[in-house]
Structure formats: C-alpha cells, structure tokens
C-alpha cells in the first residue's frame, strides 16, 4: 500500500501545499515515519477528503480550534493531517511553531527544505532550541513537548529554551486538561519514563500537571526503603521499564505470556502496559497524607492503598481521563500491597489465591507485575531475601492470574435460583454468599458435582443459622 506522502502527492495541487515538522525532522534524523503533516493555502476538509478517497480510507476534523483535518488510511497504518497556512506565507507560518528541528518545510512536489532557523543544523548538533521568545507563553503544552522531544529523539535542550520553559510551565495550569493528559501519555510512553518524570520535574511541569506526584518529594519511609518516596518511585518507573524490556528473570516462564497481556489496548490510545506505567507513577500517591510515626519510632503509611485509589481517581478525573482508565489505575493502587502481605503464609492454600485473584480482578495480571517492580525498587534492610521470596511467590500467582484472565472463575456447578430451590431460601444477600463460596470451593477443588455443591451449601447455611 503507498504511504501518506505518495497518496497526497497524487491527489493534491503541486503548489500552495508544503510538508511541515516532524516527517521532514524525522527523516534528517534517519527515522522511519509515514505519518505527515502539511500546510495548505486551499481547503484543508476537502483535502483531507481528497487524499482519504485516494487511499479508500476516511476523513475527520481533527481540530476546530485550527481548521485541521485529518486522513487515516484504510488500514490505519498512516495519517495525513491537513491545516491552513497561518499568516501569510510558509516562512510566517514556520515561525510559529515550536522548536527550530520542526520549524521545517518542503513543497509537497519536493523542490528543496525551507529552513529559517536552522533547524536542520540544530539537528546535526543534536540540539532542541525554540523558534522564538513566544514559544512558551503563546502554548505552555510545549513545555511538556520539550521533555518529550528530548527524550524521544535523544536531544539535548538549549539552556536558554530550559530557562525559558520553566518560566512558563506554571501556564499548564490554564492548558486544556484533555491536551495536557495527551501529552503526558505520550511522554511516559518513552523508554525511560522515570528519566521522563525527572526532565518534568527539573522544567517545573510535573507539580501543575501532577501535584500528587510532586508532593512525594521529601517523604521519608521506614528502614526497609533506602529512597524517600518520589525516588522509590522513579525507581518503580525505571524497574518496570527494564522489565518489560528483559521479563525472564523477574517472571520466569510466565514472562511471554504477561508481555502479552500488556500489549493489548485498555483506552484513552494506552495499552495496558502503558496504563500500568502510570499506576507505577501514582500508586504511592497517598504516602504523604497517611505517613505516621509509631512511639517506637517506625514509619508507617497505613491505608495509603485505599486512600491512594480515591486520590488518583481525582487525578485521573482532572486530566479528563475515561472511567475506564481511572477505574483501572484506582485498582492498581488499591491491590498493590496485596502480594507482598502474602509472602509470609507460603504455601499458599487455594483458597488464598483464589481470594487474592477475585479482590484483584481486573487487574490480577498487572497488579502482579506492579508489585514485582515495586519489590525491585525496595532494597533497605534484608533487601536481597525479601526480594528473592516476593518473585517466587508472583510467579506462582502470576500463572494462576493468567489462567484466571484466559479462563475466568470456575463454571459455577448450578445457577443461584437453582440453589435456592434446593436449599428452599429465597434470593438475596444469603445466596449471594453462598454462591461466592461454592466458587471458592470449587476453586480449590473441594467441591467437584452439582451434589457435592448442594451438600456443601445447605452446611454452610445450616452452620450460619446456628
């Protein structure tokens, strides 16, 4: 299939349409992209239309604020975005943008780069500088888009754009929630998110854009943590980053299979892997307002989990995250001490698993996960054991969470209104309970017939009346 380029060039005019910014950046860089970006003095909708019909693929306004539109090809593996030339020529146009390296252009016929301010020698020098001294005040998300460029792009950033960023980066707070939380997605879908929070911080963009993370800075933890709490979790970042990139040592032969289930989407353009990224930034959220000191003079965060998931729903919500999405990070954090409360009662009953996995559903694969790097990222007093018995209990358990993801619960043995006849009760909270229970016998294989059910409920409901 042709690419997005090609397409454009047979369906638009020769002139009055330019290239422009990181199609042009990414192939000086030797990167490979077939997404682009072009500028047009004519009708960006019917363009768009245009190069969507060619393709056979489909067409959409991409911002009404700007007049962009954009073309996605039938197999979504490209997109053509379409705006109108902004001032009154490609140069003026050009000088609007943020940083020299996509302050690019190119006639779509290809007749020479147009580079006005070096962008293409900036690039050379691996260097990220802005256009001009209204970069930031004209749209404060850039100073997000600097941490990003520089990291994805392996850039170094001017000290004068630096200084300039964090001078402005306080204007995130009157920046579109929903731009804000685009661009954070992308940044910590870089291969080092934890470098990513870092370059956030050092711009002073993660205190408007996450003040929940920023308060972490300074808290200090009990004796079997050797980093306050924004390091632990920088740390945290750094560790699930490294897992995702070699899983056999920390997740042994379940490694392949979790990688899978990582891959898949959740929502808000976020796999689960990248949504379990930013659980990993936001699980401890709630350490500073649950730290206490015992008169024994040990540190404790008792109901940070709990406190945590209602403080990252509001997180969540402020960014105009999906119910989908708050709902699985709130999880994450809720469940994330759960494995590490278990280490101590192996061999784990069946039943204990089972309850481990039904508390921790949906998330019983990626909770695991989490609590292997937040394990690895914990390395206080007795460090090297408490490690080595935490991964051998979550590649137990993270086998039974892929099970129980492929499969689901054990197929119950009878219906509830089937039970209820037999047991001659009517529907309500009782039945619901012995229905829980039946699954978690049956799960521990203590009941295997319709009969050894009945038997096992009419016990139980018996023992209860007692």
């Known amino acids: 299939m042709r690419g997005a380029l090609d397409v454009a060039r047979a369906a638009l005019p020769d002139e009055g349409v330019w290239v422009v910014g990181g199609a042009l950046r990414d192939r000086l860089l030797g990167r490979l992209t077939d997404d682009v970006d072009l500028v047009t003095t004519g009708d960006p909708r019917a363009q768009a239309r245009a190069i969507a019909r060619a393709a056979g693929g489909t067409s959409f306004r991409l911002s009404g604020t700007h007049g962009a539109w954009r073309a996605i090809a039938p197999d979504r593996s490209w997109h053509a975005d379409v705006m109108p030339l902004e001032g009154g020529g490609i140069e003026e146009d050009l000088a609007r943008r943020d940083f020299t390296v996509n302050a690019l252009a190119e006639p779509l016929a290809g007749n020479g780069l147009i580079d006005p301010f070096g962008g293409a020698r900036d690039l050379e020098a691996r260097l990220l500088r802005r256009v001009s001294e209204r970069t930031f005040s004209d749209d404060p998300l850039r100073v997000m888009r600097l941490v990003r460029l520089t990291l994805e792009l392996d850039l170094q ?19 579109a929630p929903e731009r804000v939380f685009g661009e954070l997605r992308r940044i910590l879908s870089v291969p080092r998110p934890d470098r990513a929070v870092l370059a956030l911080d050092s711009v002073g963009a993660l205190e408007p854009v996450l003040p929940e993370v920023a308060a972490l800075h300074g808290v200090e933890q009990s004796r079997f943590h050797h980093l306050d709490v924004f390091d632990h979790t920088l740390m945290v970042l750094e560790r699930l980053a490294a897992l995702e990139q070699d899983p056999e040592p920390a997740l ?5 299979a979790a990688m899978a289930v990582l891959a898949q989407p959740l929502g808000d353009e976020l796999t689960r892997g990248q949504a379990l990224r930013l659980g990993a930034l936001l699980h401890d959220a709630a350490k500073p307002q649950t730290r206490a000191v015992t008169p024994e003079g040990r540190v404790t965060f008792l109901g940070h989990d709990v406190a945590g998931a209602e403080l990252v729903r509001g997180a969540l919500a402020r960014l105009r995250a999906s119910e989908r999405l708050r709902a699985y990070v709130a999880a994450l954090t809720a469940h994330h001490l759960r494995l590490g409360f278990l280490v101590h009662e192996r061999p784990l009953p069946p039943r204990t698993v089972h309850a481990y996995l039904r508390t921790c559903e949906p998330v019983e694969v990626e909770v695991t996960i989490l609590s292997v790097a937040d394990r690895l990222a914990t390395r206080g007093d007795r460090a090297d054991d408490a490690i080595a018995a935490h991964l051998e209990l979550a590649r137990e358990l993270l086998g039974a969470a892929l099970r129980w993801r492929e499969e689901g619960p054990p197929r119950p043995l009878l219906r509830g209104d089937e039970l209820a006849r037999e047991l001659g009760i009517v529907p309500g909270a009782a039945l619901g309970e012995l229905m829980a229970e039946l699954e978690a016998a049956q799960f521990a294989g203590e009941v295997r017939t319709r009969a050894e059910a009945v038997a096992h409920a009419r016990e139980r409901l018996a023992a209860g009346r007692r």
């Open 157 to 175: 950033a001017e000290p004068e754009t630096v200084a300039d960023a964090r001078a402005h980066a306080r204007g995130l707070e009157r920046t």
């Open 252 to 256: 042994g032969e379940h490694a392949a």
